[in-house]
């Protein structure tokens, strides 16, 4: 159905381009169809194709829709506003880069999900950190945030894969990026980095952010880049100029109540109590708003440093008192604008928050923790529904989609994530997602072994994991794309290898990881990361044993056994109808011997001089050998649980077998992990070696040669 009703003439191309270029569009002062335009433009001139007869318009219709209509070889873009003519222009871009131009039909295209962003931890400066600054990939990424460069070409790829939403969480950013009048010395010029050894005092950091800035981390500091905190508020103008260009809407989310980079001045404390704390917090949040009007909102936390003995109602008071009243008191001066506050729905609740926010002036929504930290895990996480009957279309939530589980690998499987896109609430719920980890910094890449672009910079982590971007992006704004789109996408990238095969390749190594965090399920980052089989050394379990995994839990909803679960269901002879122990090895084999064939078969086609692909068949091996060796562990972890009911010597005998080849294929699995990436510190779990863990996968060994049968389990661990 054409929603769309012409309502001015298309004109040239306001800008210099190649005298064959026949890309026109209206306006000619618009930013976002200007990018349309030349990524067309550009997709031409890489592929050595000649410019196709296109004209890109807009008139009134559904925000971010377009359509495109095609008469012989001219082609028309017709757009609701100028962000859905932007996004069917880089349509045509696509299908130029993938040969699909020609077969290109009439199509009318809305967004599934109204608003899909990025959460990006930022770390600004160590003395106004994020939630993930105690790592190796947030030190290297301060300088990163603030480089236009970066920014450009991070709002370049978001707007590609059509993400429309970048929230930029931070402890307590306001000393970086604004000037409060009433507290003028707590504004910082330049940008710091530490310089001490983050990785021996480790253990001294808590898993909540009261300890992620230490006094001993600002001794001898390293100043990455001098600049005023007036160039630095113009910075952040320009950078939010430049996502507005895209269509993206920019959102600072803070944690509470935290005063880093303050210096204690003026009496401001960590106190819910001190009158001075909330004069500036709230003066804070008024000159943020008043200060870039091109920020959208403002995401909050009842956080883990509000110590209010009244609970809940205290710390709604708090935040109503700083943020609401701030954010009220901007508003006056700008009546007209609409600025929307998102509240988290972490140690709070939805009683005491819409009791203190009844009369916030503007669009007022939560966001919820929708897989926990693991979105590669359950393709339909249950845990939201325990709230979900309180969202209302007036009070829509955001989901938090965390990404604690692949920093390195590149993932793709479009069947998965257009399954886990589609069970998201509806838009009488949904207001919209963004996914990210914290863990981890989604910066330049400073993990791979060769990440060096053509310009001699790092590239971007969006040029490695481009693929699962793209997934994520595209699907969340038409899920009813096929698979066999990003099939001829993947193939149009390595065109010198069977694009059926490395479609293949890519789908059965992404369904590794999701495999075995639904079998051994650790709910936040601290308890699970899974490409390094870890977890927070002192504060959970450290390297997951293959006791650990006898005695695990499973991921709740998710209808698999754990071991302990499936022995008992079966020495009752109970039915069972859910994946058990053995099920979820088969898959695990099953995912990790395709893999590794097709690589095998990929290998000798690929183009020498497509380094990309060679490093992600080098992931999806890696993958492989890992889901053998998750694969073999589970197996010993079986034997194990029988030994340790019956003392039968013969399941011993077998679970040492099994932790042999386990660690064989650990081997092989840190063989290919360390051709493509250095270790680094994780700031929830460690350090993350793989190669040197393989003391760790040897020590397994010993645990099963030395143990005694009828041993209890292990007493679990807090959360915390």
Same mark, same amino acid.
């Given at each position: 159905? #054409? ?34 335009? &030349? ?115 991070? =709002? ?9 939403? *970048?929230?930029?969480?931070? *402890? ?40 992620? *800035? ?41 944690? #509470?109540?935290?005063? #880093? ?75 007209? +604008?609409?600025?929307?506050?998102? !509240?988290? *729905? ?7 928050? =819409?009791?203190?926010? #009844? ?36 009070? +829509? ?33 949904? &207001? ?60 149009? +990238? ?41 977890? !927070? ?184």
């Amino acid at each position: 159905m #054409n929603y769309f009703t012409l309502i001015s003439s298309l004109i040239l191309l306001a800008f210099v381009r190649p005298a064959h270029a026949s890309v026109s569009f209206d306006p000619a002062d618009s930013p976002p169809l200007r990018f349309a335009a &030349a990524e067309i433009e550009r997709a031409a001139k890489d592929t050595k194709q000649p410019v196709p007869d296109v004209t890109i318009s807009m008139m009134t219709g559904a925000p971010q829709s377009y359509r495109i209509e095609r008469n012989g070889a001219q082609m028309r873009v017709i757009g609701g506003d100028t962000i859905g003519a932007m996004y069917g222009g880089l349509d045509i871009a696509e299908a130029i880069r993938m040969g699909t131009l020609d077969s290109l039909q009439d199509s009318d295209h809305t967004p599934h999900i109204e608003r899909r962003g990025i959460k990006f931890n930022i770390p600004l400066d160590v003395r106004t950190p994020s939630y993930s600054d105690n790592c190796t990939s947030a030190q290297a990424n301060i300088p990163e945030m603030w480089s236009l460069d970066f920014w450009h070409e991070l =709002l370049d790829r978001m707007a590609r894969d059509r993400f429309n939403v *970048l929230t930029l969480w931070s *402890l307590h950013p306001f000393p970086s990026i604004v000037k409060v009048p009433e507290y003028p010395k707590v504004a910082l010029d330049d940008v710091w980095r530490t310089t001490a050894d983050l990785v021996k005092p480790f253990n001294s950091f808590t898993t909540i952010g009261t300890s992620v *800035l230490q006094p001993w981390m600002l001794e001898n500091p390293e100043i990455v880049k001098r600049i005023t905190i007036d160039e630095k508020i113009a910075f952040w103008r320009e950078v939010m100029d430049c996502a507005h260009d895209r269509g993206i809407e920019v959102y600072w989310f803070t944690w #509470n109540v935290f005063t #880093n980079g303050t210096g204690g001045q003026y009496g401001i404390t960590d106190d819910l109590d001190n009158a001075t704390t909330r004069d500036y917090f709230r003066a804070s949040v008024r000159e943020t708003v008043l200060t870039y009007s091109r920020l959208a909102g403002i995401g909050i936390t009842a956080g883990e440093n509000m110590k209010e003995s009244s609970g809940a109602t205290g710390k709604e008071e708090w935040l109503w008192a700083t943020y609401g009243e701030g954010i009220r008191d901007a508003l006056k001066a700008q009546p007209d +604008r609409q600025f929307r506050l998102i !509240h988290r *729905l972490h140690q709070t609740g939805l009683s005491p928050i =819409l009791k203190q926010w #009844n009369a916030y002036p503007g669009p007022f929504e939560f966001s919820y923790k929708y897989a926990v930290a693991h979105m590669y895990a359950s393709k339909a996480p249950t845990f939201i529904k325990e709230v979900l009957p309180e969202i209302t279309p007036k009070h +829509r939530t955001w989901l938090t989609v965390r990404n604690d589980d692949l920093y390195s690998f590149r993932w793709g499987d479009p069947e998965f994530a257009r399954e886990f896109i589609n069970n998201m609430p509806g838009p009488d719920k949904l &207001a919209g997602f963004y996914m990210g980890p914290d863990g981890y910094i989604w910066g330049r890449d400073f993990l791979s072994r060769d990440a060096v672009d053509t310009d001699g910079r790092r590239q971007l982590v969006w040029d490695r994991q481009w693929f699962s971007f793209n997934l994520w992006g595209r699907l969340s704004y038409e899920p009813t794309l096929p698979d066999a789109h990003f099939q001829r996408l993947l193939g149009a +990238r390595h065109p010198s290898v069977a694009s059926d095969k490395l479609f293949a390749a890519s789908q059965a190594s992404s369904r590794i990881i999701p495999q075995v965090t639904r079998f051994n399920w650790g709910s936040i980052d601290v308890h699970w990361y899974p490409e390094a089989n870890l977890s !927070h050394p002192t504060q959970y379990k450290g390297f997951y044993t293959v006791r650990h995994f006898m005695e695990g839990k499973t991921m709740p909803g998710e209808n698999v056994l754990s071991i302990s679960e499936w022995r008992e269901k079966r020495s009752a002879g109970k039915t069972i109808t859910a994946q058990t122990p053995p099920e979820v090895v088969t898959a695990l084999e099953s995912d990790a011997n395709t893999t590794l064939k097709l690589v095998e078969e990929l290998r000798p086609q690929a183009d020498t001089s497509d380094k990309e692909l060679a490093l992600t068949l080098g992931d999806y091996e890696a993958q492989a050998w890992l889901g053998r060796y998750y694969a073999a562990k589970i197996r010993a972890a079986i034997e194990l649980a029988e030994f340790n009911a019956s003392a039968i010597a013969a399941a011993q005998t077998s679970a040492l077998k099994h932790l042999e080849a386990a660690l064989g294929h650990w081997r092989q699995y840190a063989a290919a992990y360390d051709r493509q990436y250095a270790s680094q510190l994780l700031n929830r779990v460690g350090p993350a070696d793989i190669p040197a863990l393989t003391e760790n996968v040897k020590a397994d060994i010993d645990l099963v040669r030395t143990w005694k049968p009828g041993t209890p389990p292990l007493p679990s661990k807090s959360k915390k």
